[in-house]
């Protein structure tokens, strides 16, 4: 079965600082990955997502992530943090002999900005 | 927007009472999950649906049940509501114009509070 670790719970930077949040997966092949974004008292919001190809993907709100197979991570990264991007921030796995149907969540990096 | 509906948003009950949470989806979607968020623990799986009265267990599904009578609608269902149930119950669907990929989409989720 797959895991995630976020092993940061909490990280605060200033605003116009870089961000990156680090995220471990276990999984025996090549995993489908994904961050999420969670505003206070909203559903998830997909940042970002990995499947196969290029390894460095794209997302929204200017972020951006890095697969490394070697390392097993799937780090998120945005070089100029914004006082909207104070959140809470999710690193998932599907497994691809399921077909991604069900994804495993890690514990979660909540995000705070400081002005 | 995935239309997807949560109800109720919000629910306090006591300890041994039924509670039946709802997640209605408007765009005909095959795969719909039920999730709870928990401080630390991200988003753990309880229950997903593959189609009409397919259903099938996550990783924490004891004391819950789940049916799907159409498409449209996936029941959560608490028989005896314990205080360890207290949570955010969150409901997402899987888009299938997105092919086999796995990307879920959220609903807002639903707090429940058992006393």
């Known amino acids: 079965a797959q895991s995630v670790t976020q092993p940061d719970i909490h990280i605060t930077v200033s605003e116009g600082a870089s961000l990156e949040l680090r995220c471990n997966y276990s999984y025996g092949a090549t995993p489908y990955l994904f961050w999420y974004v969670q505003s206070p008292g909203q559903g998830l919001q997909l940042l970002l997502k990995y499947f196969s190809g290029d390894t460095l993907v794209q997302g929204i709100k200017g972020f951006e992530a890095e697969f490394k197979r070697s390392q097993s991570s799937f780090n998120l990264r945005k070089p100029s943090v914004h006082w909207s991007d104070a959140a809470e921030y999710f690193c998932?796995?599907?497994?691809?002999?399921?077909?991604?149907?069900?994804?495993?969540f890690g514990g979660g990096t909540r995000l705070m900005v400081k002005p | 927007d995935a239309g997807i509906t949560q109800s109720p948003r919000h629910k306090v009950t006591e300890t041994g009472t039924p509670v039946t949470l709802r997640c209605h989806q408007t765009e005909n979607h095959r795969y719909m999950y039920w999730y709870r968020q928990d401080p630390g623990h991200g988003l753990r799986l309880i229950h997903y649906s593959y189609g009409v009265k397919d259903t099938d267990k996550g990783e924490v599904s004891d004391g819950y049940s789940v049916s799907r009578s159409k498409t449209e609608d996936f029941l959560l269902t608490l028989e005896s509501a314990t205080s360890s149930q207290t949570s955010v119950y969150f409901c997402?669907?899987?888009?299938?114009?997105?092919?086999?990929?796995?990307?879920?989409?959220f609903g807002e989720g639903s707090r429940l509070t058992v006393l």
């Open positions: 998932a796995v599907g497994a691809r002999d399921n077909a991604g149907n069900m994804l495993t």
């Open positions: 997402a669907i899987r888009d299938r114009d997105r092919g086999n990929t796995g990307e879920l989409f």
